[in-house]
């Protein structure tokens, strides 16, 4: 049995009889057959740094990602494989427009350095909330609440070294042509306490494009730590439209509760979605018609299907496995489904040892 199968095993096993289990696998999974092509390591065309996670997500049509800690290359080096040991500053997070070609990317927010820019943080931090620089802020997608305007959301976790304080959102907006956060919302920039509610928009963030809802996924509040309690994967909705009112919000309360306007305060596997499959991306497939999200367990690139993206999930298709670099973490899988719109294939990244690295599947 496979490690990551081998613990799934495990946590089922740990369940009480009687408990109702939502993130078991259900129905068909219709991803059969496929090839798969490693295309190469994601570069930018103007800047240079390593960087981890690059969710993606659209603004009136354009499509762009969202980068983790991005650690910036020594100064003068274009080129990531020609940089210099040692530590050269770096930014928590940061936004890149995506190309053509998924293995080049047009980094944004840039300052001033000479001959080669680095990137400027995209979540601001703000010292009049006692933030500051070391502040983590870990997001997801840009998710588009407003086509005309071209403004969207973005979730994120406010991190102070370990201490998690709490999942909040910003408003993104197109300032000069550049996604730009304008506003954070909350008194002390997050709305969901990290000690009472699940880490929302952490595992994903996803605009759905046959309902015009948000979904935001992410694994439980502090207080349920261990094993296997800490894997489980929780679910919030809200109208595109309406996703800077948190009255709006709607918490999956699980499949025989459905959505409900109480937070949620109840975290079993009755509540959760999904378990164990990390940071990853839902994106609608027209080809197979069902809803696929990207995960990776250990350096396996998986695929699971669903009718909606509340579930219920069905079992995962292997399709890829990375030879980390340099014994490093392999994790996060994305999405580039505007590379190809028919669904017959999908272009897929994850991080490997803070290099994002592409491959493309054909579906037969």
């Avoid at 068909?28 to 090839?35: A, K, V, Y």
């Avoid at 080669?116 to 997001?139: D, R």
């Avoid at 190809?340 to 490997?352: A, V």
């Amino acid at each position: 049995m496979a490690p990551f199968k081998f613990i799934r095993a495990l946590a089922l096993a740990g369940l009480a009889r009687d408990q109702v289990d939502n993130t078991q696998a259900s129905g068909t999974n219709p991803i059969g057959d496929l090839t798969v092509k490693f295309l190469g390591n994601q570069v930018a065309d103007n800047s240079c740094s390593h960087r981890d996670l690059g969710f993606t997500g659209h603004l009136r049509g354009k499509w762009y990602a969202v980068y983790g800690d991005t650690l910036w290359c020594a100064a003068g080096v274009s080129d990531p494989t020609q940089d210099t040991d040692g530590f050269h500053g770096m930014v928590r997070d940061s936004v890149s427009a995506l190309t053509d070609d998924a293995l080049v990317v047009h980094d944004l927010h840039l300052n001033s350095d000479d001959p080669v820019a680095h990137q400027n943080q995209f979540v601001p931090f703000n010292e009049t909330w006692g933030e500051t620089n070391l502040f983590g802020f870990g997001g997801t997608s840009i998710v588009e609440t407003d086509y005309t305007s071209g403004t969207g959301a973005v979730y994120y976790l406010v991190n102070d070294a370990e201490n998690y304080k709490g999942a909040g959102v910003g408003k993104v907006e197109l300032v000069d042509g550049v996604p730009t956060v304008t506003h954070r919302f909350g008194d002390s920039g997050w709305w969901w306490s990290g000690d009472s509610t699940p880490k929302y928009g952490d595992i994903a963030a996803y605009w759905d494009p046959k309902s015009k809802y948000i979904y935001i996924l992410g694994n439980p509040p502090s207080s349920e730590s261990g094993f296997p309690a800490s894997s489980y994967v929780y679910q919030a909705r809200v109208p595109a439209a309406d996703a800077f009112d948190l009255s709006k919000y709607e918490y999956w309360w699980g499949r025989q509760q459905g959505w409900k306007s109480d937070v949620l305060s109840t975290f079993t596997s009755e509540t959760a979605i999904m378990w164990g499959v990390g940071q990853g991306q839902i994106t609608y497939n027209k080809h197979f018609k069902k809803y696929i999200y990207v995960h990776l367990g250990g350096s396996t690139v998986y695929l699971r299907s669903a009718p909606s993206p509340e579930g219920p999930w069905s079992a995962d298709k292997e399709i890829y496995t990375a030879t980390p670099i340099d014994n490093g973490l392999v994790y996060a899988g994305l999405a580039y489904p505007h590379l190809d719109t028919s669904g017959k294939t999908l272009t897929i990244g994850f991080t490997n040892n803070n290099r994002i690295q592409i491959i493309k599947v054909t579906f037969v």
